[in-house]
């Protein structure tokens, strides 16, 4: 039976460096690949626009006052059939970004 082949702790961890190395790669470059392309801006109605612009003006008045761990709550009484700005507010105020 043939003796395997020895290999020394250098041409070990050149291996393994050479391995990361490929696995760094390949992970970059399925990362790049895989991002998608940023969604065009939809134009928002002036409802919507006044509404987004109340809620930041309240945001902006409780960074000032900020006395603490508080809940800034935001509710609006909608009247008549008005169209819907959920998603509008939703990619304003999406915390992901």
Do not use: H, Y
């Not at 050149?14 to 390949?26: F, P, Y």
């Not at 470059?29 to 998608?36: D, E, F, I, K, W």
């Amino acid at each position: 039976m043939p003796k395997p082949i020895r290999m020394n702790r250098r041409s070990w961890v050149a291996a393994w460096v050479v391995l990361c190395a490929a696995g760094l790669a390949a992970t970059a470059g399925l990362n790049t690949s895989s991002t998608p392309d940023p969604r065009p801006e939809e134009p928002v109605s002036a409802e919507c626009a006044e509404l987004i612009a109340d809620i930041e003006t309240q945001l902006a008045e409780a960074g000032q006052e900020d006395k603490g761990n508080g809940v800034l709550a935001f509710s609006r009484i909608r009247t008549g059939a008005g169209d819907d700005c959920r998603d509008a507010l939703r990619d304003r105020f999406r915390g992901d970004r």
